[in-house]
């Protein structure tokens, strides 16, 4: 048992304009960080194509054309002031979600103990019916849905700790007491959701703002005070991790001050309460994160946990 990393080349197809800070490179500098001979033993998959029917359980059919009707032909559609369609999109959005319900399917199985999706576009900002935040399909939610029905477990947590709020992730689950949604975000700061109030229909949201300027101590206090009993008294049989790494401190886009031990922490966390009640079985993926050097840093402490755990 060990530790799948699971990506696919289209994810490279997804192209906004230049100067856009969610940009291919990300993922280049992601496969170079984990070309080193520590990460050898890998289990590399590619990402399948997600399906209609998996990506219908979190989106209406109605958007999922939307999509595809808005597709272009060449150079960019923009779907809002910062969220862009090109003429490899869409493949790379299917892509995305189809990395993690691979993730589900090879925990499951038992295939591998955890996973990590190295994907783009990110998912956590697509609302139900509205892409934006550089967003188009709620890649985790569709993984955490095809765990549950799919593979029929009854409790599922997606632990989100990109510094901007999930609200793509909270609109989709809000009335799913199924799935327990946890998040830690710089607040105020875009989408201007994820205070605490924000509980969802049975109180299964836990929101945990954080002031700018925040650093590793303030983040572990209140992960361990608010996310871990959460969790703890959810007793998911699977976690999904939107690994978001824009609350690193050298990251253009945000001002909390996390390092890369600080990921590692809250990585090691879960996975040590996935062990409790899930097997062990974590599927990650890649959600924000916009400097190149901390994000391949904060990847590879991300995927030594998961590895490290992976043969516990
Ligand atoms: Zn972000």
Redesign the pocket.
């Known amino acids: 048992m060990t530790t799948a990393l699971i990506t696919h080349p289209d994810c490279l197809g997804h192209v906004n304009p230049p100067g856009h800070p969610e940009r291919v490179e990300r993922l280049q500098a992601i496969a170079a960080a984990l070309e080193g001979e520590e990460f050898a033993y890998l289990v590399r998959v590619e990402a399948p194509l997600a399906e209609d029917t998996q990506i219908l359980r979190a989106h209406p059919a109605g958007y999922l054309a939307s999509l595809a009707e808005r597709l272009p032909e060449r150079s960019f559609a923009a779907l809002d002031a910062d969220t862009f369609l090109c003429p490899g999109s869409l493949a790379a959005a299917r892509r995305a979600a189809g990395a993690v319900v691979q993730g589900v399917d090879m925990v499951m199985a038992g295939e591998v103990r955890n996973a990590f999706c190295a994907v783009r576009p990110p998912g956590h900002h697509a609302e139900t019916e509205t892409p934006m935040g550089f967003c188009l399909l709620g890649n985790a939610v569709i993984g955490a849905r095809h765990a549950l029905e799919a593979h029929g477990l009854a409790r599922v947590a997606i632990v989100d700790f990109?510094?901007?709020h999930g609200n793509g992730t909270q609109d989709l689950v809000w009335n799913d007491a199924r799935i327990l949604f946890a998040s830690t975000q710089q607040m105020p700061l875009y989408p201007g959701t994820g205070a605490a109030s924000e509980r969802g229909a049975h109180g299964q949201i836990v929101n945990v703002p954080l002031p700018p300027g925040a650093g590793g101590a303030e983040f572990r206090a209140a992960f361990g005070a608010k996310v871990l009993p959460a969790l703890e008294a959810h007793a998911p049989e699977l976690v999904v991790i939107s690994a978001?790494f824009?609350a690193h401190h050298r990251d253009p886009?945000?001002n909390l001050n996390l390092r890369e031990a600080d990921f590692a922490w809250g990585r090691a966390e879960i996975c040590a309460l996935a062990d409790r009640h899930a097997a062990g079985r974590v599927v990650s993926t890649l959600?924000?994160g916009y400097d190149l050097g901390a994000l391949a840093a904060s990847v590879a402490a991300h995927v030594r946990v998961l590895m490290e755990r992976g043969h516990g």
């Open positions: 990109d510094v901007h978001g824009d886009l945000a959600e924000g």
